[in-house]
């Protein structure tokens, strides 16, 4: 679980038979887990054997990431330990409640309340000495997005566990039962899962669980099979997992688009929206954020290209808050990996409050995004471990691409036999992306010559504006460099003043087979950085030979149809982020600083 947050960690166990302590045994540590397992190490692991047992990695909100804000968190009588993922808005509140009976907090977290509030309510009022009512009661008092996870020395079979907006799975083992933010937690264990519905509570033994809504009443889960493979889980080999998940792209790319096209005809399963629903759709909102959100500028260009509706796009924390347009004729695309992430969460919400339809395009299945929205079409990229997106987001382009394919069939704003020809076009994408996986050894000679550099530009036109866009953010994430992705346009009217001797600028070229005066333009451009100093870096199609002469390196891509040409040229980019991060010393690169795979806070 350690993708989803890693400043810190921590475990506590219930440890009934301990005639010193109070029944919980707590370890933490700032840092990765590798700090907590050292510590556990140095303890001696045989001190943290029990029944039950919580466990948390965590995504600093409140609070820096030291020792004392790591999870769990135990109340002050030391009878309670809590997990908590998200936030409790109306924690200051309730801290100061709580200080107002003499305790004293040993964290700055928000999370850390809820412990204090559990043991008061267990050891006085009417809900004294009952563990299932006294966590309802505190439930029922907190505000925000939360998963929370308490355990009780008095209770050491049992943890009781809720969600709130922020995810919680049950996985259901043989004389064991598991809770995870998400089936990685228990996939090793077992493959029979639960999923929790909006504001459920969880109770569970060694023997099985009960389902309950926060008022105390029944409520249940829907069981479901885990269908991902371990080996998934796994490095399989490579030393990371981004550089496994890179070279998985074809088998995304492919698994993504099976089952779309059958006899002449776009097929969206899994959705609940008819032809006829999209023939009424006339305006496209898409709703993302990082690089889904530009996945979805690419869901622009082909939806207005082949359907002739407008297309907007919006990073998903701005959208609601601007009031945009939206009606019943509209159709919002919402993209998240994750089917998590609490901005676009809230997007959808948003479109959905308004009368607009929302499809979503996700690869996790049953997560919040798809479960809220009207329709889902399934990226099949399988678990996406390493934190910058890779696999995932070439993924989503595909699955982009089939909707705006499904868009045009539904409005006849093409033929089928072009359908067909463009369909096609896509499906030979996988195959030439395995071609191009060979690029990695040509990249990391650049990458070498580069050696530490400070900034780098990316620049791009037409659909190769995106892929310019991708390259910088996977550069910042990873290298920690500052990186900037333009329009190759849009340089002379600022950013030009930023070349100088020997900056390293990436260009990616679009095809000499789209539109013309794109590609001859972009030439001139890598023409006027050349001539200001720039080490440029050029993504050009095998046989354009016209870029040669204003190339210092010049990685080749195999030709494709021009709208498809970012499922290729945005490979060697993620290579190149991935090796001059480790020239600049971040070895680490499944896991870049202060970044969480699922951001489930907004
Ligand atoms: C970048 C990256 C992030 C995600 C973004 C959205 O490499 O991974 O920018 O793309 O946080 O996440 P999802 O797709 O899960 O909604």
Redesign the pocket.
Known sequence: MEYRGYDSSGIAVTAPDDPLGAGIKLVKRAGKLKNLEDRITEIGADQFTGGTAIGHTRWATHGRPTDENAHPHRSFDEKVAIVHNGIIENFAALRKEVEGHGIEFASETDSEVAAHLLALAYNEGDTAGDFRASALKVLNRLEGAFTLLFMHAEHPGQIIAARRSTPLIIGVGEDEMFLGSDVAAFIEHTRNAVELGQDNVVVITREGYEVLNFDGSTSEGKPFTIDWDLAAAEKGGFDSFMMKEIHEQPAAVRDTLAGHFQDGKIILDEQHLSEQDLKYVNQVFVV??????HSGLLAKYAIEHWVRIPVQIEVASEFRYRDPVLDERTLVLA???????AD?LEAVRHAKSQGAKVLAVC?TNGSQ?PRESDAVLYTHAGPEIG????K??LA?VAANYIVGLALAQAHGTKYPDEIAEIYASLEEIPAKIEQLLEVNTQVKEIADYLGTVKTMLFLGRGVGFPVALEGA??LK?LAYIHAEGFAAGELKHGPIALIEDDLPVVIVVPSPKGVKQLHSKIVSNIQEIRARGAKTIVIAEEGDTSVEPYANWLIRIPESASIMQPLLATVPLQFLSAAIARNCGNDDIDKPRN?A???TVE
């Open positions: 993302a954020c990082g690089s889904a959100y993209i998240s990996q994750s089917g998590e992430t676009t690869n995004i934190v910058a997106s890779t995932a987001f989503q953010l996977k994430e970044l795979k699922s951001v």
